[in-house]
C-alpha cells in the first residue's frame, strides 16, 4: 500500500488538470484547524485602514484568521499590528472595538501596555516580580511583517513571507482601482465610519471564490435586477448598478500568489455612460471625476476599470458600485464572520458620502438585497458539503477548462469569457499552503503554466 502524507492527501482533494474540487475541504474540522495553522499564519492578511486610526493612542480591533488582533497608532504616530492576548494569561487586553488610550490593561490580573506594545504595569511588581521578570521581554506579540498602502494595513505573522507588493505582485493594478481616488489620483480612500460584521454559516473560501469574478450566478439576483436598486434606479435604470460597463470588455485574471479579478476595459472612444442618476450632485461629481482620471492617466491607462476581485486568501474588494473591502474571517468550518469596510475619497463632498452610504447598505452588508442572496447561496453550497453520500462526488470546476483566450491584453492569465480558472488557480495555491510549501511555490515560481493545465 502506499502511504497516505499529507501532501497526497491534498494532491488528492484539488485535481486540478480534470476540474475537480472534493467537497470535503469545505466541512472537515480538522481542514479548518490545518487551514488556521498553514494558511492564516502565513499569507499577508488585511488588518484594517489607517482612516479607522489617524491620530496617536487611536485602536482598532480587528482578526488575522481566528485570532484577535489590536491595530494601533502610538504617541509617535507609528502604526503597529499586535495579538491581542496578555503575556501573562491570554486574557484579551482590548475589549472594545475601537477608540483611543494611553494603555491596553489586562481586566484579568491589570497588566498595561503602552500603544506601542510595551509592557507598562504590573501590579506589585515590586515584591512578587522584581529580579526575575524582565519587562522588555514581555512585550504585546507584534507582526514580524506588516504593510501600508494606501491607507490599508496588511499584515503576515511569517517572518519569512515576501514583501507585501512582491506578493501582490500583478493584482496590484486591480487593486489599486479600488483603493485610488475616483478622479485617478493615488490613494486618497477612507473608510466610512463603522465596520459591518455578520455571522454567515458558510466556509470562508465559498465566499472568497464567490468574489473572484463568478458572474455565472447572476441569475441568483434576479429578483433584485427587476426591482433596481442601482443608483440611477429613479432615473429608471434597472438592476443593481448603473449600466457603466456597457461598452466594457470583460476580464476574468489570475495571478501566481492565488489573486483573482473579474475586472474589463473600457473602449478608449466609448462615450461616458451617466451614473448615480438619483441625484444630481452626485452625478456631477462623478461626471467631473471620470474625466479628470482620463485627463490624469492617459487614454490607454484609463480603459482599465474596477469590478471584484479576492487577495489571497480571504480580502475580497468591489472596486466601483459598491466600492468596499470584504474580509472573510473563519471562524468554523461551517461559519465565517463577514467584515465590510465602505469606502469613499476621503475629500469626496459629504452630500457624496452620505448618498454612497445609503447605496452601499442597500446593495451589500447582512441587510444588503444583493449580499442576501449570495449568502443562501453560500449557506446550502456548505450544507451540502458535510453529507457522507455526498462527500463522495466531487465538486465541478470545469468551466472554461484550459481556455485562456485573452493573455496579453493585461498581465496575467486572462479569460474574456465567463471562467473558473481563478478559483482553479486559487485552489491550486491553497493545495501548496496545506502542503507546506516554499514561498517560492506560493509565488507561483515553479507553476509552469496556468492552473488548468497543472498536476
Known amino acids: 500500500m502506499i502511504p497516505i502524507t499529507t501532501e497526497s492527501r491534498y494532491n488528492a482533494l484539488i485535481n486540478l488538470r480534470k476540474g475537480l474540487i472534493s467537497r470535503e475541504i ?4 480538522e481542514i479548518y484547524e490545518e487551514e488556521l495553522e498553514k494558511v492564516f499564519t502565513r499569507a499577508w492578511l488585511f488588518v484594517g485602514h489607517e482612516s479607522q486610526i ?20 502610538d504617541k509617535k504616530k507609528n502604526v503597529h499590528v499586535f495579538l491581542n492576548s496578555c ?6 487586553v482590548c475589549q ?31 515584591g512578587l516580580y522584581e529580579g526575575c521578570l524582565d519587562k522588555e521581554a514581555w512585550s504585546l506579540i507584534e507582526v ?18 515576501p514583501d507585501f507588493l512582491t506578493y501582490l505582485g500583478d493584482a496590484k493594478a486591480h487593486l489599486d482601482l479600488a483603493l485610488d481616488c475616483r478622479d485617478g489620483r493615488e ?38 435586477d427587476l426591482i433596481g436598486i442601482g443608483p440611477s434606479a429613479e432615473a429608471g435604470v434597472k438592476g443593481r448598478r448603473d449600466n457603466e460597463l456597457e461598452f466594457a470588455r470583460h476580464l476574468w485574471v489570475n495571478f501566481p500568489a492565488g489573486h483573482g479579478v473579474h475586472s474589463a476595459l473600457v473602449p478608449e472612444d466609448s462615450p461616458f455612460v451617466d451614473t448615480f442618476q438619483n441625484n444630481p450632485v452626485v452625478a456631477d461629481y462623478f461626471r467631473h471625476c471620470h474625466a479628470e482620471r482620463k485627463r490624469r492617466l492617459g487614454a490607454e491607462r484609463n ?27 473563519p471562524h468554523g468550518p461551517e461559519s465565517t464572520e463577514a467584515w465590510r469596510f465602505f469606502l469613499v475619497d476621503a475629500d469626496a463632498p459629504q452630500e457624496v458620502k452620505d448618498f454612497l452610504r445609503a447605496y452601499y447598505m442597500r446593495y451589500s452588508g447582512p441587510a444588503g438585497m444583493t449580499e442576501q ?21 466531487p465538486y465541478n470546476y470545469q468551466q472554461s477548462l484550459g481556455r485562456l483566450n485573452g493573455e496579453g491584453l493585461v498581465p496575467g492569465h486572462v479569460s474574456t469569457q465567463v471562467s473558473e480558472e481563478n478559483p482553479r488557480q486559487f485552489y491550486r495555491r491553497w493545495r501548496d499552503y496545506m502542503n507546506g510549501a516554499d514561498w517560492e511555490t506560493l509565488l507561483g515560481r515553479k507553476d509552469g503554466g496556468p492552473a488548468s493545465f497543472a498536476d
Open 26 to 29: 469545505f466541512s472537515s474540522r
Open 54 to 73: 489617524p491620530n496617536p493612542g487611536d485602536f482598532f480591533t480587528s482578526r488575522m484568521g481566528a485570532e484577535s488582533v489590536i491595530l494601533a497608532r
Open 87 to 92: 503575556r501573562h494569561r491570554g486574557m484579551k
Open 96 to 126: 472594545y472595538d475601537h477608540g483611543n488610550t494611553q494603555l491596553f490593561t489586562c481586566p484579568y490580573h491589570s497588566w498595561s501596555y503602552t500603544t506601542d506594545g510595551r509592557l507598562f504595569g504590573v501590579p506589585q511588581f515590586k
Open 144 to 161: 514580524p511583517k506588516m504593510a501600508v498602502y494606501k491607507g490599508t494595513v496588511w499584515a503576515s505573522w511569517d517572518k519569512d513571507a
Open 187 to 224: 490613494g486618497g480612500s477612507e473608510v466610512l465610519l463603522g465596520v459591518h460584521k455578520w455571522i454567515i454559516p458558510c466556509n470562508w473560501k465559498f465566499a472568497a471564490e464567490n468574489f473572484l469574478g463568478d458572474t455565472y450566478h447572476n441569475v441568483s439576483h434576479r429578483s433584485v
Open 303 to 329: 480603459r482599465l476599470v474596477p469590478f471584484v476581485g479576492t487577495i489571497y486568501p480571504n480580502t475580497s474588494f468591489h472596486g466601483k458600485q459598491p466600492r468596499n473591502l470584504c474580509v472573510w474571517h
Open 373 to 393: 442572496d449570495d449568502m443562501e447561496n453560500w449557506n446550502y453550497a456548505t450544507a451540502g458539503s458535510r453529507g457522507a453520500i455526498a462527500k463522495r462526488y
